[in-house]
């Protein structure tokens, strides 16, 4: 798999080492991914996701799985979870 959160889009980045001489050695700089359960109240259910610690303390912030779901847009969603949104969207258009 990919190292990319699936919730943010974060993924990885190049730059360089330097040194004390200045000289530039390629480097990677990963992001910080957990595989991680969260919860869905519209689903009643928990959904695993790979995620960056910063995106699970964003969902945390916002007040859950389905309140950032509903605020974010669909690009910067991976393919997997947008259809976790359609089913949060419909579940919460059926209790209503």
Do not use: Y
Request: aromatic content about 4%.
């Amino acid at each position: 798999m990919s190292r990319v959160c699936e919730l943010t889009g974060k993924r990885v980045i190049t730059g360089n080492n330097v040194s004390h001489a200045h000289n530039k050695t390629r480097r990677r700089f990963l992001p910080n991914l957990q595989e991680t359960s969260l919860w869905s109240d519209a689903l009643g259910r928990m959904v695993r996701l790979k995620v960056s610690v910063s995106a699970i303390r964003t969902v945390e912030h916002k007040g859950g799985l389905d309140a950032f779901l509903l605020d974010a847009s669909d690009a910067d969603l991976a393919p997997a979870v947008v259809k976790i949104k359609k089913l949060v969207k419909k579940a919460q258009a059926k209790a209503a």
